[in-house]
């Protein structure tokens, strides 16, 4: 018997770690430039910027700068409804540094490229009423 198409099949499988390794330092090169923009975030609401690394204390910040209630924290914490609470959030964090509702959604669906530009940019944290 000829066990050839085996070894070929073998040999070919080799590169799979290395495409493994680029994806993940492009995931954590992403994740540490979206803390980057919400440090800067946190800092221009005049929050401290080191809340952005802190899991539950970073919504907390959020829920401030976004002018929501605290108690919606709970409401993080129910699956589907945590969603919509969060997408909600961030468009009124959005708003609060006067930008509109498609800027609100981008915080919430690529947080890596909208969170810097709000961070870095030149937007000032203005605090609408509380709705």
Same mark, same amino acid.
């Given at each position: 018997m000829n066990d050839?198409?085996?070894? *070929?099949?073998?040999a070919q499988e080799g590169g799979d770690e290395a495409i493994g390794v680029v994806f993940l330092i492009v995931y954590f090169a992403l994740i540490i430039v979206a803390i980057a923009g919400m440090?800067? *975030?946190f800092i221009k609401a005049g929050? !401290?910027?080191?809340?952005s690394i802190i899991p539950i204390y970073n919504m907390i910040l959020l829920l401030e700068i976004a002018g929501k209630p605290i108690w919606w924290l709970i409401l993080l914490? =129910? !699956?589907f409804v945590? =969603?919509? =609470?969060a997408i909600l959030v961030v =468009?009124? *964090?959005g708003k609060n540094f006067g930008k509109?509702?498609?800027f609100g959604l981008g915080l919430a669906f690529? !947080?890596?490229i909208f969170y810097p530009i709000l961070g870095f940019g030149d937007a000032q944290y203005q605090p609408v009423t509380a709705n």
């Open positions: 050839f198409s085996y070894a *070929v099949t073998f440090w800067n *975030v929050k !401290p910027g080191w809340g914490f =129910i !699956p945590s =969603i919509v =609470i =468009i009124d *964090v509109g509702l498609g690529l !947080p890596f």
